[in-house]
């Protein structure tokens, strides 16, 4: 009879333990995702990104509420490659808000193309304890495959932190990487910075190429 | 892996039919005697490997693959993307969708035979359900009623049934108006061609017409991605990483093995 008791007392234990870890919800990479794209899509939905005014309002969300979500410094350095180690602390931080606006300028755009499909989270495939997680969601998409969206995060200052997007197998990040490799090896760090800041710079004036909905 | 196995070396396997098969065809479709693994030396000494290449191993071809990615853009810019963009206008984006559909409902057998040939029967199964379901109750697959039920699509092909036989991916290669590929894939696309059912249409014009309104459909749904590549620095490496990421990604069913470095 002891013995019964102490099993439901250490019972009770493990299932309050872990009642505990669910409810905390920024403990919970998962649900940090989760809410972040809900956030953007309900957003999409009513503010569809299609002309220069919504995708100015799609800009503005994106760096309120969904980048301090994002490592940038990690996200640079992975798409920079070996040589982020030689640049010095003022070259990073230049590469980073260069980099920066550049993915902003690019994925805003690219959202124009988002037309109400539905996006599923897909079960974890992770244990807890990962120090990297990846949280995968899917596209589901009529006439085509469905596209997997896997965003890998990382603990991180007590949080989760995202420091990659794949979107249907190509990442975010390291996709760039041989471009600036090749970049770097013609003019060093000076010239990738320089690069970037001019795409970026012309990126604000160019027109958005024509699609209508 | 080794980018060059199949220009450089006489192996064990040769004697296998696609062996052969693969040889000839590489020859026919990149220039492979010209190239500077042609001559069966085993490997290029690194100085010279250098001082070709970019240092991208999947990428011994190139100054090649340059040449003829520009080419391909120059068609891209000067008649498909034109044609998509007035697709893109004159038609309203149900019908658009409604042709896309119509196409990827006719390449749903073939995905469950090569589905089939890499032993997934229940996936191979799932495509072919797709396809009785859409072109009945989809009427001829316009609507794509299957996704709704989640009968999800598959993305198979024959390159895909070579690399679960275990054939290696080779080197990169951009094909004239075909785009990029790994040596695998663009072996294998012969045979995809002809597992579309569009390709056994008796008529030439019906074809090529087929062909066509197909091409300028897919094209016009990737609209959107063009400012992707155009913010990279270098648009031909960034094509060329996505590429082989994706192959590597579908080659993998979803779950490659990755590793992030750390460079902080």
């Known amino acids: 009879m002891r013995k019964w008791l102490t099993h439901v007392v250490g019972w009770l234990g493990a299932v309050w333990v872990g009642i505990a870890a669910a409810t905390g919800a920024a403990e919970d990479p998962v649900r940090m995702v989760q809410q972040l794209s809900d956030r953007v899509l309900a957003h999409l939905r009513t503010h569809p990104a299609s002309d220069e005014s919504g995708r100015a309002a799609l800009v503005a969300l994106v760096e309120q509420e969904v980048l301090p979500y994002f490592d940038m410094v990690r996200m640079t350095s992975l798409a920079v490659g070996p040589a982020w180690r030689q640049a010095d602390a003022a070259q990073r931080e230049r590469l980073v808000a260069e980099f920066r606006q550049l993915l902003v300028r690019t994925y805003t755009n690219a959202a124009r193309s ?15 304890g990962d120090p990297v997680v990846r949280v995968a969601a ?3 998409r009529s006439g085509g495959e469905p596209l997997e969206i896997q ?8 949080g989760w932190r995202i420091f990659d997007v794949v979107i249907g197998g190509v990442s975010l990040v390291t996709s760039y990487r041989s471009s600036f490799a090749a970049e770097i090896s013609r003019s060093g760090v000076e010239g990738l910075i320089r690069t970037l800041a001019e795409k970026n710079a012309r990126g604000e004036v160019e027109p958005a190429p024509g699609i209508r909905h | 892996m080794e980018g060059h196995w199949l220009c450089g070396r006489k192996e064990k396997g040769e004697g296998r039919w696609w062996r052969g098969g693969l040889l000839a065809a590489a020859v026919a479709l990149t220039g492979c005697a010209a190239l500077p693994f ?3 030396e085993r490997e290029m000494p690194p100085a010279a490997a250098a001082m070709t290449t970019s240092a991208h191993p999947s990428d011994p071809w190139e100054q090649f693959n340059r040449a003829v990615f520009a080419f391909n853009e120059a068609v891209d810019e000067g008649i498909i993307r ?9 038609l309203p984006l149900p019908v658009q969708r409604g042709v896309s559909n119509f196409f990827s409902n006719l390449a749903d057998p073939w995905i469950g035979v090569n589905n089939l040939l890499q032993g997934k029967v229940g996936d191979a199964f799932s495509d072919w359900l797709r396809f009785g379901v859409n072109s009945v109750f989809g009427v001829f697959g316009v609507f794509d009623v299957a996704s709704e039920a989640n009968l999800l699509k598959h993305n198979e092909d024959f390159g895909q049934t070579l690399a679960r036989w275990g054939v290696a991916e080779g080197p990169y290669v951009v094909l004239p108006l075909l785009g990029p590929r790994t040596l695998r894939d663009a072996l294998a696309w012969p045979v995809d061609r002809f597992g579309r059912p569009v390709s056994h249409l008796a008529d030439t014009s019906q074809r090529w017409t087929a062909t066509a309104v197909e091409t300028v459909a897919v094209r016009a749904q990737l609209l959107a991605t063009d400012v992707t590549t155009v913010s990279a620095p270098d648009r031909y490496a960034f094509v060329r990483d996505a ?6 990604y579908l080659v993998h069913d979803g779950n490659p093995p990755v590793m992030y470095e750390r460079f902080e």
């Open chain 2, 243 to 248: 590429y082989l990421q994706r192959r590597w």
């Open chain 1, 114 to 128: 988002y037309r109400d499909e539905r996006l599923e989270f897909l079960p974890q495939r992770s244990n807890p």
């Open chain 1, 138 to 140: 899917r596209l589901v």
């Open chain 2, 38 to 40: 042609a001559k069966g």
């Open chain 2, 82 to 90: 034109p044609l998509a963009e007035l697709y893109d206008r004159m």
């Open chain 1, 151 to 158: 965003y890998v995060v990382e603990r991180r200052d007590g």
